[in-house]
């Protein structure tokens, strides 16, 4: 932890910070109060962020949401409540959830259920044990259970 930065420094090294990935305004937050800034500093700091549009809550949403969709195959729901951890609008939420396409989002959830289907299968019979733990999946990647119901109103 670094004493007393400047406020300059503290704008340079929030800057650096911000340029080299999308961040919201509470994990820079978070990082000028692991620098040490003090929390007066911090807030000018943080407005010259988003005026200067290093944080836009909108754009790292988007980016936030898009990133855990397509590469660690979420749901709407982790990626709602990841969002709100981070401190997000929940109007923000809403138009960043409904921007996901719809076609694509179930063809994601069926190739995810479908295979975590066939993994269960291979180990177990019961169709009820089946069904729970497809279902205990599903709400751990924070897909909808309606999605789980097609994947048996399929077969």
Same mark, same amino acid.
């Given at each position: ?30 990082? =000028? ?36 969709? /397509? ?5 709407? $729901? ?11 609008? $929940? ?21 995810? =259920?479908?295979?975590? =289907?066939?993994?269960?299968? /291979? ?30 109103? $399929?077969?």
């Amino acid at each position: 932890m670094q004493a007393n930065i400047s406020y300059e420094k503290a704008i340079l090294q929030a800057e650096s910070y911000c340029a080299r990935s999308e961040k919201c305004i509470s994990e820079v937050e978070q990082k =000028l109060h692991d620098w040490g800034i003090e929390p007066s500093i911090s807030e000018k700091v943080i407005s010259h962020l988003v005026e200067h549009k290093f944080i836009d809550s909108k754009r790292f949403a988007q980016a936030f949401a898009n990133d855990k969709f /397509r590469f660690n195959k979420w749901g709407k $729901n982790k990626i709602k409540m990841a969002l709100i951890q981070k401190k997000i609008s $929940n109007e923000l939420i809403s138009c960043v959830l409904n921007e996901i396409p719809e076609n694509e989002y179930n063809a994601i959830v069926s190739t995810v =259920l479908n295979a975590k =289907l066939a993994e269960i299968k /291979r180990k177990e019979i019961d169709l009820y044990k089946i069904k729970s733990k497809l279902f205990y999946f599903a709400a751990s990647r924070g897909f909808e259970t309606v999605h789980v119901n097609n994947i048996f109103s $399929n077969e």
